[in-house]
């Protein structure tokens, strides 16, 4: 068994519909990934890729950016962020 995915949520003061989700485990190497769809994401090998067409695909997401073990994703108007915690930690997840 490996080390439990943890995911720390942390709401944005100055920028309000902007959530950061902060986890234990990299997403991506050292460079910034942006998403304004799911068409941006082209790998289903690459983590941040994978979150990122995992938000679009839930709905309510209008723009997503991932960078180490930080996604800041940009909630669509009338929207929560509301399971994306969960769908975050299921990213690493091989047994359920």
Do not use: C, K
Request: charged letters at 25%.
């Amino acid at each position: 068994m490996g080390q439990p995915v943890r995911v720390a949520e942390r709401t944005s003061a100055a920028r309000p519909g902007t959530v950061r989700f902060e986890t234990n485990r990299p997403l991506t190497g050292a460079g910034h990934r942006y998403y304004s769809s799911a068409a941006d994401a082209v790998s289903a090998e690459d983590p941040a890729d994978m979150l990122a067409w995992r938000l679009f695909q839930r709905g309510g997401v209008d723009h997503v950016h991932v960078y180490s073990n930080v996604a800041t994703v940009e909630i669509s108007r009338g929207h929560t962020s509301e399971g994306i915690t969960e769908l975050i930690e299921e990213l690493f997840a091989h047994y359920r």
